[in-house]
């Protein structure tokens, strides 16, 4: 089983509206709303796939069982720690000229107790899973080391852990050392301390990202595929060429892939292909975190993997 | 007891944050949300004066829950219908200059045997209430005769009604005649068939509208106050003069108090009264349908009725 964390959960909520005229009153003439966080798209990504998946995480609120059921009505098991907030909503507002205004509400402040459910409910999970994958950003309330401590309890369990997530929350999660991170290239440039020219300093970076303990590490180049480094042997990924109707979420696909693979005991290379086929995949739909399974496997065959020393 | 009726309940959510850019991602400061819709006001009001009200409506979905709940803290009974679609949010996004721009999602379809519940339910009611006030607009899928519908069904249990909507909903609901309705200066014209030039002829309107069955009308001046008309007498009623914070629901909190005073059995006069004390009372907060009691008694004396035959 894969278990996906999503600690920032939230309703993604798109309001169809002809014109966002500031400072008057608008009538939405569409609204979709369906869960969203990084995590709950990777989830989701894994069950189109039919593999078996469980999302966690905290909610809470209206919109906390909102999500839950929304995920019950997609097919998607879920077992999250209830919390006295009230999960945040993610509001994307598109007029007909497809401009896209996004306003991200602050999301709840966890309690002391709440952490320590999530502690309690990971260990369970985590002695179940293959995959551990936590995704998205940290809420208020939890300490930046949150994401260590976790990936900690994770790996007593015996579960392999992927983190994606990004600033601050990834350099203090990393410190645990997960099986598999995905950071830009900004990133892996504050963590060398030192500026990235070329695919090829960018290599050798992720090549010193290994040696520190993370066996895994994957870095996006959106259409043009991602470079990776997998136990001091790196990897040149070329995406298919697609026309993309919406690239939110290809990362949350990528992952998905990744995590399917390993969870399956693929070769890294047929891990990679798989991650992404997925986020191409991801591409092709409006949703995001959304695939056509049929996409995937007809992608599958298109993705070309290069080893490159 | 006073008995309000919201068929198109809202999360009324006020977004704070430094400026709305279109095309962008914004982070927003601060998220305030609370029970809505025009009824829900009303009923807040005649609540925090101490006075017996239930509120009753259409909720459904997680935002049903939410108004439920909330309306459950804030000390206000309540006894919706239950829906299968999902409540609407009206969004009020607030920058930094205090410019408000706001969305109003489209809201639920009702089903036919949800109407059906609600003409039972509100039977039921009715037969326990003084006064059943029916407030804002009409959700999709009711036909433009429902409000006369209901109107007829509580006034057949023996409550004095209250009607305060606008445009289609209004002219509609008005044939089935309620005790009291609060149209605009456009609204009466219509009815009319004749454009209003002054006072005189909005003050000849009201008394010609109480010949056609409906007892007393008023129309809102603003901060200048109204003009009402009972049974064929005409009232002018000046608003004590006040530093305005938050004009929104100064209307609902009118509502509010005209239907405490006439489940009181007070004298029009004192309904005028409390009606326009309520209303400049709302106008003192910055929350849209509250009142502080305190400011409620301090202007009920400086408010000033005058008969104008």
Redesign the interface.
């Known amino acids: 089983m894969i278990v996906t964390v999503t600690l920032n959960a939230a309703i993604d909520k798109t309001?169809h509206?002809p014109a966002?005229?500031?400072?008057?009153?608008?009538?939405?003439?569409?609204?979709y709303?369906e869960p969203g966080g990084k995590g709950i798209n990777v989830a989701r990504v894994v069950a189109l796939q039919g593999v078996p998946v469980l999302a966690t995480g905290f909610a809470g609120?209206?919109?906390g069982?909102?999500i839950e059921?929304g995920l019950t009505r997609q097919g998607i098991v879920h077992d999250f720690v209830k919390i006295e907030g009230?999960s945040r909503i993610c509001?994307n507002?598109m007029d007909q000229d497809g401009?896209?205004?996004?306003?991200?509400?602050?999301g709840p402040t966890i309690a002391g107790q709440e952490m320590e459910a999530m502690r309690q409910k990971l260990a369970l999970l985590a002695a179940r899973a293959k995959v551990v994958a936590f995704s998205g950003s940290l809420p208020a309330g939890v300490p930046k080391s949150f994401y260590a401590e976790l990936i900690e309890i994770a790996q007593r369990q015996g579960a392999v852990v992927f983190l994606d997530t990004s600033g601050e929350a990834l350099l203090r999660g990393a410190e645990a050392k997960p099986y598999f991170i995905k950071p830009n290239e900004d990133e892996v440039a504050q963590w060398l301390g030192h500026s990235i020219e070329d695919e090829n300093a960018l290599k050798q970076g992720l090549l010193r990202l290994n040696e520190t303990g993370i066996p895994c590490i994957s870095v996006s180049m959106g259409a043009q595929g991602s470079l990776a480094a997998f136990h001091g042997v790196c990897y040149r990924v070329h995406a298919p060429k697609v026309e993309a109707v919406n690239a939110v979420g290809c990362g949350d696909a990528y992952v998905a892939g990744m995590a399917i693979g390993t969870a399956q005991g693929l070769p890294v290379e047929e891990c990679l292909r798989l991650a992404t086929a997925s986020g191409t995949a991801n591409a092709l739909t409006a949703r995001a975190g959304y695939v056509e399974p049929e996409d995937v496997k007809r992608l599958l065959g298109e993705v070309v993997v290069e080893r490159i020393g």
């Open positions: 309001y509206l966002l005229a500031a400072g008057q009153v608008s009538r939405v003439d569409r609204v709303a609120g209206s919109n069982d909102f059921r009230e509001l507002i401009v896209s205004t996004e306003l991200l509400e602050p």
